[in-house]
């Protein structure tokens, strides 16, 4: 484990920021802290990267008790980013690079690697300011993992990205991670790490009210849905199945069913089979992480209620 | 490095050095600054026919006029007004038809040249002679100052001292301005970029904000040296090509005091120039440089910080320039008020508010270098000295806790309340 939170809490004048929160992280895992804007994740990373301190809990990392010498294994993009504006690329990424306890060579070094994997020679000696947004977006990026981190935290990291750049950003996130980084992703848009990350947590209102990993969740959020294609005769309801939509165009039909008696889906194939259809195409319709976040702050107020 | 600074390290001795070259041939040439004016004496009484004298820049006329042609004289530009004199009973009425309202200066010439008129008939007419008055005038008194210190006489030159006093005292008003908005500026730009979460994640908030006092005390100091020098080098080809210009010389005073009118030979006679230039040679020698020198830096640092770390906080206390303002007040407030009484103070450098003002370290910075050329009690230097330290590690103190919070608020601008909340919260 690389970080392992346990009866965190943190309150701020007005609100309780995080209550109860435990979590475990596992190292080289891609981790989703998933919730909407204001549900406690920024401060909970504040947390780790030591800007503020817990009231209570403990936290380790690594095994050992979070203390401030960890940051230097850390690399967090904040979701404002910013740059010194008036600094040149190379300045400022030297000057990164050394507050995280890099020698001037070393820093050198990473910068040279980086400098020749995004092709930004070029940039270097340019004032930040005369960078576009996307330009800027990737000196953050070089700037927050320039340090070797063990442990990277991305906050909102897709934000102001456009599509190019974002995938861009992802299948370097991929390599950080083979090379033996964890991460963690802090999220309000659910759909877009939900392909990206191993384990995710959801954050509600302070509480974690969900934790695990993204398949295991899915497969007990599911409802037993399936997606069918078929040219013939629409379907019915009957003692069989359940339509729960129906679409249709020129040729191909579009249902989502369920099965009243589910066994497997070999078996559902195989009564679908007696149909007067023929059948294209059969997919098992999992939940999203939206959907499941929904379902689980029901079932979380119902259980409260 | 930025080119701008660069430039502005390089150009600004030079412009300081021209400012204060203009500011010297002016007061050397007064005249420039002002129009020649021709006055109309229509002199009802015949007391002042003829006997008003001529100054640089005021000329009179003599005419007879009634009301209606005064006016219509006014209408020619050359004309600034028409002075009217006649007598109502034993009183003298005195009416200057002018086109502009006069200045004082030249209201207070013209007045004292009637006077001065009327002080000599009155003479006269009691028997005084001419020769005997003129004797009277020119009668002059210069003191020469001696200082009692522990080593004995001491000479001094309070000139000397007084503009010795007051530049350093302006300069220090002037860098702790200068770089204590700097400050301001630097926490403001971190706090609005956000940089200062990624940095606050590696250093402490009291190390960036310290890092952030002392980085900018560098760069000023550097700034300041380069200027010294610069400055040094520059004064003495300005100094001597504004005296050139000016036409400082013996001569051009002999000219001058011609033209007023006043007996030319004594004073060509006096080496005016050199006379000057000897008593501030020597006045300089009197002091003791080098310490002056040092507590200058002494002051510098220190009021450097003691308001460098409160215009830290007040930068991370708001999201942008423009909310800085309510908290600047009470920062500068003290600032100007040490500049602007350092006038009363260098003429009484040693009155219990002076030696108050050099104690609290809001002022002491600036009164302190007034009062040193004049000489201060080495007790009162260490007391201040001090007070100083205890002063700025004070306020770093203080502003270390405002800024710890500030810097990671956003949002709602806070009030002195808040402030104060924030002083003693628990991070």
Same mark, same amino acid.
């Given at each position: 484990?690389?970080?392992?939170?346990?009866?965190? #809490?943190?309150?701020?004048?007005?609100?309780?920021?995080?209550?109860?929160?435990?979590?475990?992280?596992?190292?080289?895992?891609? %981790?989703?802290?998933?919730?909407?804007?204001?549900?406690?994740?920024?401060?909970?990373?504040?947390?780790?990267?030591?800007?503020?301190?817990?009231?209570?809990?403990?936290?380790?990392?690594?095994?050992?008790?979070?203390?401030?010498?960890?940051? #230097?294994?850390?690399? #967090?993009?904040?979701?404002?980013?910013?740059?010194?504006?008036?600094?040149?690329?190379?300045?400022?990424?030297? #000057? %990164?690079?050394?507050?995280?306890?890099?020698?001037?060579?070393?820093?050198?070094?990473?910068?040279?690697?980086?400098?020749?994997?995004?092709? /930004?020679?070029?940039?270097?000696?340019?004032?930040?300011?005369?960078?576009?947004?996307?330009?800027?977006?990737?000196?953050?990026?070089?700037?927050?993992?320039?340090?070797?981190?063990?442990?990277?935290?991305?906050?909102?990291?897709?934000?102001?990205?456009?599509?190019?750049?974002?995938?861009?950003?992802?299948?370097?996130?991929?390599?950080?991670?083979?090379?033996?980084?964890?991460?963690?992703?802090?999220?309000?848009?659910?759909?877009?790490?939900?392909?990206?990350?191993?384990?995710?947590?959801?954050?509600?209102?302070?509480?974690?009210?969900?934790?695990?990993?993204?398949?295991?969740?899915?497969?007990?959020?599911?409802?037993?849905?399936?997606?069918?294609?078929?040219?013939?005769? $629409?379907?019915?309801?009957?003692?069989?199945?359940?339509?729960?939509?129906?679409?249709?165009?020129?040729?191909?039909?579009?249902?989502?069913?369920?099965?009243?008696?589910?066994?497997?889906?070999?078996?559902?194939?195989?009564?679908?089979?007696?149909?007067? /259809?023929?059948?294209?195409? %059969?997919?098992?319709?999992? $939940?999203?992480?939206?959907?499941?976040?929904?379902?689980?702050?029901?079932?979380?107020?119902?259980?409260?209620? | 490095?930025?080119?701008?600074?660069?430039?502005?390290?390089?150009?600004?001795?030079?412009?300081?050095?021209?400012?204060?070259?203009?500011?010297?041939?002016?007061?050397?040439?007064?005249?420039?600054?002002?129009?020649?004016?021709?006055?109309?004496?229509? &002199?009802?009484?015949?007391?002042?026919?003829?006997?008003?004298?001529?100054?640089?820049?005021?000329?009179?006329?003599?005419?007879?006029?009634?009301?209606?042609?005064?006016?219509?004289?006014?209408?020619?530009?050359?004309?600034?007004?028409?002075?009217?004199?006649?007598?109502?009973?034993?009183?003298?009425?005195?009416?200057?038809?002018?086109?502009?309202?006069?200045?004082?200066?030249?209201?207070?010439?013209?007045?004292?040249?009637?006077?001065?008129?009327?002080?000599?008939?009155?003479?006269? &007419?009691?028997?005084?002679?001419?020769?005997?008055?003129?004797?009277?005038?020119?009668? *002059?008194?210069?003191?020469?100052?001696?200082?009692?210190?522990?080593?004995?006489?001491?000479?001094?030159?309070?000139?000397?001292?007084?503009?010795?006093?007051?530049?350093?005292?302006?300069?220090?008003?002037?860098?702790?301005?200068?770089?204590?908005?700097?400050?301001?500026?630097?926490?403001?730009?971190?706090?609005?970029?956000?940089?200062?979460?990624?940095?606050?994640?590696?250093?402490?908030?009291?190390?960036?904000?310290?890092?952030?006092?002392?980085?900018?005390?560098?760069?000023?100091?550097?700034?300041?040296?380069?200027?010294?020098?610069?400055?040094?080098?520059?004064?003495?080809?300005?100094?001597?090509?504004?005296?050139? !210009?000016?036409?400082? &010389?013996?001569?051009?005073?002999?000219?001058?005091?011609?033209?007023?009118?006043?007996?030319?030979?004594?004073?060509?006679?006096?080496?005016?120039?050199?006379?000057?230039?000897?008593?501030?040679? *020597?006045?300089?020698?009197?002091?003791?440089?080098?310490?002056?020198?040092?507590?200058?830096?002494?002051?510098?640092?220190?009021?450097?910080?003691?308001?460098?770390?409160?215009?830290?906080?007040?930068?991370?206390?708001?999201?942008?320039?423009?909310?800085?303002?309510?908290?600047? !007040?009470?920062?500068?407030?003290?600032?100007?008020?040490?500049?602007?009484?350092?006038?009363?103070?260098?003429?009484?450098?040693?009155?219990?508010?002076?030696?108050?003002?050099?104690?609290?370290?809001?002022?002491?910075?600036?009164?302190?270098?007034?009062?040193?050329?004049?000489?201060?009690?080495? *007790?009162?230097?260490?007391?201040? !000295?001090?007070? !100083?330290?205890?002063?700025?590690?004070?306020?770093?103190?203080?502003?270390?806790?405002?800024?710890?919070?500030?810097?990671?608020?956003?949002?709602?601008?806070? *009030?002195?309340?808040?402030?104060?909340?924030?002083?003693?919260?628990?991070?």
């Amino acid at each position: 484990m690389i970080i392992q939170i346990e009866n965190l #809490y943190k309150s701020y004048q007005t609100h309780v920021a995080l209550k109860d929160i435990n979590l475990n992280i596992q190292k080289g895992s891609i %981790f989703g802290l998933l919730g909407p804007n204001g549900a406690g994740k920024t401060s909970l990373i504040r947390i780790l990267t030591h800007i503020t301190e817990a009231d209570s809990g403990q936290i380790l990392f690594n095994g050992e008790k979070l203390s401030p010498n960890h940051i #230097y294994q850390m690399g #967090y993009l904040p979701e404002e980013r910013g740059l010194y504006k008036k600094m040149t690329v190379k300045d400022q990424l030297l #000057y %990164f690079a050394e507050l995280k306890g890099l020698s001037n060579s070393r820093a050198k070094e990473k910068l040279k690697y980086w400098v020749d994997k995004f092709d /930004i020679k070029s940039w270097l000696d340019k004032k930040v300011e005369e960078l576009s947004k996307g330009m800027q977006q990737k000196i953050q990026f070089i700037a927050t993992v320039v340090h070797e981190p063990k442990l990277i935290i991305l906050d909102e990291p897709f934000s102001g990205f456009d599509p190019i750049n974002a995938q861009i950003l992802v299948d370097e996130i991929l390599i950080l991670k083979e090379q033996g980084a964890s991460i963690i992703f802090s999220t309000h848009r659910m759909d877009s790490v939900e392909l990206l990350c191993d384990h995710i947590a959801l954050i509600n209102k302070s509480e974690k009210i969900l934790d695990g990993a993204v398949n295991e969740i899915r497969q007990q959020f599911k409802k037993n849905h399936f997606e069918i294609k078929y040219e013939g005769t $629409p379907l019915i309801n009957d003692h069989n199945i359940n339509i729960v939509s129906h679409k249709e165009n020129e040729l191909v039909q579009t249902d989502i069913i369920t099965s009243k008696q589910f066994q497997s889906n070999n078996e559902l194939i195989k009564q679908l089979m007696q149909y007067p /259809i023929s059948l294209n195409a %059969f997919t098992e319709k999992l $939940p999203t992480m939206e959907e499941i976040f929904i379902q689980a702050v029901n079932q979380k107020q119902q259980s409260h209620a | 490095m930025k080119k701008s600074f660069l430039i502005m390290t390089l150009v600004s001795p030079l412009l300081i050095v021209l400012f204060y070259g203009i500011i010297f041939y002016f007061s050397f040439n007064k005249d420039l600054g002002e129009d020649k004016k021709l006055v109309l004496v229509n &002199d009802a009484t015949g007391i002042f026919q003829n006997q008003l004298e001529a100054e640089n820049n005021i000329s009179f006329q003599y005419k007879n006029l009634n009301e209606e042609a005064s006016l219509e004289m006014l209408k020619n530009a050359e004309i600034f007004g028409v002075l009217n004199i006649k007598k109502e009973g034993e009183q003298i009425q005195y009416n200057l038809i002018a086109n502009e309202q006069p200045g004082l200066s030249t209201l207070n010439g013209i007045e004292s040249k009637l006077e001065k008129v009327l002080k000599a008939k009155k003479m006269q &007419d009691k028997g005084i002679d001419a020769s005997l008055l003129k004797e009277i005038n020119d009668i *002059s008194v210069q003191i020469s100052t001696q200082k009692s210190t522990d080593k004995g006489l001491e000479k001094s030159n309070s000139g000397v001292t007084t503009i010795i006093g007051f530049v350093g005292a302006f300069l220090i008003y002037f860098f702790i301005f200068l770089y204590g908005v700097q400050v301001m500026k630097g926490v403001i730009e971190e706090k609005t970029n956000r940089i200062v979460e990624v940095i606050i994640s590696s250093v402490k908030p009291f190390q960036l904000m310290m890092g952030k006092i002392v980085g900018i005390a560098m760069v000023g100091f550097t700034q300041f040296t380069i200027w010294v020098v610069l400055v040094a080098a520059l004064s003495g080809p300005v100094s001597s090509l504004v005296m050139k !210009m000016a036409h400082v &010389d013996p001569s051009s005073i002999a000219q001058t005091t011609q033209m007023s009118g006043m007996p030319t030979d004594e004073l060509a006679k006096t080496p005016v120039k050199s006379n000057a230039s000897m008593a501030i040679l *020597s006045g300089l020698n009197q002091l003791n440089i080098p310490m002056l020198l040092g507590l200058f830096v002494f002051y510098f640092i220190g009021g450097y910080l003691f308001y460098g770390a409160l215009f830290a906080a007040v930068g991370s206390a708001v999201d942008n320039e423009t909310d800085t303002q309510q908290f600047m !007040m009470p920062i500068t407030l003290p600032l100007i008020f040490s500049i602007a009484i350092s006038q009363s103070i260098i003429n009484t450098p040693n009155s219990d508010l002076a030696i108050w003002l050099s104690m609290i370290p809001f002022s002491s910075p600036v009164i302190m270098m007034v009062r040193l050329p004049f000489g201060v009690p080495t *007790s009162e230097i260490i007391a201040s !000295m001090a007070c !100083m330290v205890l002063g700025f590690i004070g306020t770093v103190w203080l502003a270390g806790r405002i800024y710890r919070i500030g810097i990671l608020t956003f949002g709602k601008k806070p *009030s002195y309340k808040d402030l104060a909340k924030w002083l003693f919260r628990k991070s």
